[in-house]
């Protein structure tokens, strides 16, 4: 006999098999909004080729609405008080 809860994993299991482990695809596409930098160290995480530039860092982006985004969230210091 199993204990409980091991019988409870099993039945849930057998009731939610998509919760199973999947296996990864051998390749995985990447779109290109979602690549950065340009091959160096320097850039590495760095969005290089957008055409809207951070006023207050080296990121780009390919929208103005991405760019006041990111610096509302990163840049902004009225974002940043402490209670």
Do not use: Y
């Amino acid at each position: 006999s199993r204990p409980k809860v091991l019988s409870a994993s099993v039945n849930c299991i057998r009731k939610a098999p998509s919760l199973l482990p999947v296996a990864m695809p051998e390749t995985m596409e990447i779109s290109a909004a979602a690549k950065s930098g340009d091959g160096t160290v320097n850039n590495v995480g760095i969005k290089t080729n957008g055409k809207f530039q951070c006023k207050d860092c080296i990121q780009k982006f390919d929208s103005e609405k991405a760019k006041e985004l990111h610096w509302k969230f990163i840049h902004d210091p009225n974002r940043h008080q402490e209670d």
